[in-house]
Structure formats: C-alpha cells, structure tokens
C-alpha cells in the first residue's frame, strides 16, 4: 500500500503502530496471560489498521544464531513456544483477523536433515499448538527444503501432516519467494 514516489500515505489517519517487543522477549515472560494480551492488543490494532492477517505469531525453532528471523520467534523450547503461541492466536482472532503462524518448519539451513524424533519433539509441537489448540487460520511456508523438497510446497510437510494429522483447513501460503513450483504449490 506505500508507494515511494508519492505522497498520499501522508494524509493517512490509520497507518500509526506500536512497537512491540520481540517475541522472544515475549516468551521468556513464561506468561501466557500476556501473551493473549499481546495479541488481542494486535489484532485490535490491524483491525484499526483494515488488515485482515497478521504474519505471525513466528514459532520456529531455531539453531543458529545466524539466523535473521531470530528475533521473530518464541525461542528455542518447543513446550514453552507451544503454550504461549495458542493464548497469542486466539487474542489475535478475536478481533476477526488471521494470525499467521509462521515459517512452516525447520527454517534453519538449505535443506534440513533431522530424525523423524528431532522434528516431532523439537521442532513439530509449537506448530501443531498453533492449528489443534490455537485454531489458527493461516500457516506460513518456509523457504527451505525438507528431504530435498522445498517446505512450502512439501507433500509430507503439507499434505501428511497439517492436513491429515492435524485437521488444519486454513489457508496455507507461502513466504515472499518460497515457492519454487507453481504446480506443486498449487497441488500441496
């Protein structure tokens, strides 16, 4: 909605925020109350705004410090990311905007190799929190790949576990430059 070369976003009454903490910041409160808080106060505000979706809560779990998106995550205890992302959601929703979770998973290196223990006891629960007990209406993809296919268009990723497993019937969608197939995007 900015456009550089213009000045109509000057006259704007809607386009004020709040800056709020990071969501690490956030998660070491180990306060789920806050942390609906957090989102009702966020859902309030795009509401205000006219959004429709906010593009988090970020949950992954990350492993390098190298990592720009750090700062957008719960951390790096997947119990303490899953009782805090739910109360953060369903603040966020009450006001009739999406929450987001995001990046739909293991969004760490190029092409992940965990053991099937690792990502479902490390990197899976927050996630799954998210759709089974938050009732998120959107997940975000993750640029990487996932036994060698890209997570935002990965069959056992999308179609095995969110779908399946997880009931999840939101929107999934991926991040900026994520999908690198149009064709399995589309069918994923």
Request: proline share 4%.
């Amino acid at each position: 909605e900015f456009v550089w070369d213009d000045w109509q976003h000057a006259h704007w009454t809607n386009d004020s925020c709040t800056a709020y903490p990071a969501l690490t910041c956030l998660a070491a409160t180990f306060n789920p109350e806050l942390s609906y808080r957090y989102g009702k106060a966020l859902g309030e505000e795009a509401r205000f705004r006219r959004k429709d979706i906010i593009l988090g809560p970020g949950v992954n779990i990350y492993r390098t410090p190298l990592s720009g998106r750090n700062f957008e995550y719960m951390g790096e205890d997947p119990y303490l990311s899953s009782v805090m992302v739910v109360p953060y959601i369903r603040g966020v929703q009450e006001n009739g905007v999406s929450a987001c979770v995001k990046h739909f998973v293991l969004n760490n290196t190029i092409n992940v190799v965990v053991s099937e223990r690792a990502l479902n006891e490390i990197y899976l629960p927050a996630f799954k929190a998210a759709v089974t007990e938050g009732g998120v209406w959107a997940v975000m993809g993750s640029y990487n790949k996932y036994k060698g296919e890209y997570c935002s268009h990965n069959d056992t990723l999308i179609n095995e576990i969110l779908k399946k497993e997880w009931a999840f019937d939101g929107v999934m969608l991926t991040d900026w430059g994520s999908a690198h197939n149009t064709n399995e995007a589309a069918l994923n």
